[in-house]
């Protein structure tokens, strides 16, 4: 990534903040702020560079969902899916598509895919399901072969940005055999149906709604072309499947201090001891986020997939998580009555930072993960429930 990319972050974060507000009340989609993010360039984030695109590090990545989420979380948030998708996409090399089984056709498919993103397309992931949550061993929504490509049909919940993107990342589990759960990247369109479900407390404009597919796509939407790779990936890459929503909470965490500073300095109310160790103490638990958060994207970028590397992972989601809710709680209380107004920028950012524990892999998820680990078990086959 150039610098480029975090300067555009940054630059348009007052420009997402000022928006925030009207969309989190009325419960609707950022528009505007989608086409600020293509016309910086930043669907191409991820997409490497003989592909058009930034070619960003894990770790760049980062930087840029944390300065985005600054600005309008719910934004940081949905732009954190297509970057998942882009990002996991662009991490297959000639070596790990070898030994994937990926054939060179199926590299040349999702080479089209990712300079179509780096023009400004934008991918949304539909994973989630009702009663399954994450899971991908638990999926209802199942595929089968047709003549000239695959037929998908099932429900899914919690599609972010739903009824927006060019196309969706759909998890699905074969119909001739449950053990294997396959990915298609699903053009919008024909077939997909939005059920506006999304009235939720935080991250209200998300448009998280339900969608409906009974659709059919052609062969090279099987991604990477192999059944049965998805929870292959997410073992090999639970970076973009935990720790990508990590930065985004960083964000959030940060602006919470940011808009209480703003309140506290407009009410005179800085000078009060124990508000300002309030401030103190988020700033310093915010900071150490950060730098976990910094460190797992390091340990990504140069050591994927390690055990090492994904305790850390685990870890940046965990902290990144519980922190956000705990800042945001502590800078309302500092702030007072006068901040839980609807419409007062601590109050949205109040809700929205109680979600962050709440995305897969949820806090407890993750506390169960590192507790199996610290007592030397194997934390991806020793939960009670399968992690995915």
């Known amino acids: 990534m150039t610098v480029h990319a975090l300067e555009a972050a940054r630059r348009l974060a007052p420009r997402l903040a ?37 070619g960003a590090t894990f770790a760049e990545y980062a930087a840029v969902a944390t300065e985005l989420a600054r600005g309008n979380g719910a934004t940081a948030l949905v ?28 590299l040349v498919a999702r080479d089209r895919l990712l300079r179509a993103a780096a023009d400004g ?47 969706y990342l759909v998890a699905a589990r074969s119909a001739t055999d449950q053990s294997v759960v396959s990915q298609f990247l699903v053009p919008a369109g024909d077939g997909i149906t939005v059920e506006p479900t999304w009235d939720a407390l935080g991250m209200r404009a998300t448009s998280s709604h339900d969608l409906h597919l009974d659709v059919t796509v052609p062969a090279d939407r099987l991604l990477g072309g192999v059944e049965g790779l998805a929870l292959v990936v997410a073992q090999l890459m639970p970076h973009w499947l935990v720790a990508s929503y ?14 209480a500073a703003e309140h506290l300095n407009a009410r005179n109310l800085a000078g009060l001891p124990a ?72 109050e949205r950012l109040y809700r929205d930072a109680r979600c962050g524990s709440l995305h897969p892999a949820t806090s407890d998820v993750c506390a169960d993960w590192l507790g199996i680990a610290a007592l030397g078990g194997d934390p991806d086959r020793d939960g009670a429930v399968p992690r995915w």
């Not at 991490?91 to 199926?106: N, Q």
């Not at 397309?121 to 929504?141: C, D, F, I, K, N």
């Not at 990590?246 to 808009?259: F, L, P, Q, T």
């Not at 310093?284 to 390091?298: F, H, I, K, N, S």
Request: hydrophobic share 45%.
């Open 18 to 54: 000022a928006r925030a507000a009207g969309h989190d009340r009325d419960g609707s989609f950022p528009v505007d702020d989608f086409a600020d993010l293509r016309e910086a360039g930043l669907f191409g984030l991820m997409v490497p560079r003989e592909l058009g695109g930034s």
């Open 79 to 106: 732009f954190n899916m297509h970057a998942s998708v882009t990002g996991a996409l662009g991490a297959v090399t000639e070596e790990l598509a070898e030994a994937l089984g990926v054939s060179d056709e199926a």
């Open 121 to 167: 397309a934008w991918y949304a992931v539909a994973m989630s399901e009702r009663g399954a949550g994450a899971r991908l061993s638990q999926l209802s929504t199942v595929y089968q072969p047709v003549d000239g490509g695959w037929h998908v049909k099932g429900s899914k919940t919690f599609c972010s940005g739903a009824g927006h993107p060019d196309g």
């Open 246 to 259: 990590a930065a985004v909470y960083v964000g959030v965490a940060r602006a919470a201090i940011d808009a």
């Open 275 to 346: 508000v300002r160790a309030r401030l103190g103490r988020a700033d310093a638990a915010a900071a150490a986020a950060e730098l976990v958060v910094a460190e797992a994207a390091r340990r990504v970028d140069e050591d994927p997939g390690s055990v090492e590397t994904n305790r850390w992972v685990w870890r940046a989601k965990l902290l990144a998580g519980t922190t956000a809710a705990e800042v945001a709680a502590s800078m309302l209380e500092a702030a007072g009555t006068s901040a839980t107004r609807r419409g007062h920028p601590l």
